[in-house]
């Protein structure tokens, strides 16, 4: 491969790179905001039958798929960075996704 073909590659893993440590570094000095408290508070605590009741009832639990996701990949919910753990990884698969399409298009 020339250096041509490689260039997006290599851009693309800087910027993901970059993307991850700065997130990393902002989650040891910002403090929690008031979405990742209320995504810790229910995510946490009460059992799946619960969580579907208190859903299906409008207990404010929007998007209910990401808080269902939070709850299953990380049942012991004593540790607040685990909410931006999973919006990371979202972010992450976006922008996988972004690469891929704009891929299509050049």
């Not at 902002?26 to 039958?49: N, R, V």
């Not at 996701?69 to 049942?75: D, M, V």
Request: proline share 5%; net charge positive.
């Amino acid at each position: 491969m020339r250096f041509g073909e490689l260039l997006p590659r290599i851009a693309f893993v800087l910027v993901v790179g970059l993307f991850i440590t700065t997130n990393i570094r902002l989650a040891k000095i910002k403090p929690h905001t008031c979405d990742e408290i209320f995504s810790f508070y229910h995510s946490k605590g009460g059992d799946y039958a619960e969580f579907f009741v208190q859903t299906k009832t409008g207990f404010n639990r929007m998007p209910p798929l990401y808080f269902l996701i939070l709850k299953i990949l990380f049942p012991e919910s004593n540790f607040i960075y685990n909410t931006r753990l999973l919006s990371l990884f979202f972010s992450l698969i976006t922008t996988l996704f972004l690469y891929k399409i704009s891929r299509l298009w050049l």
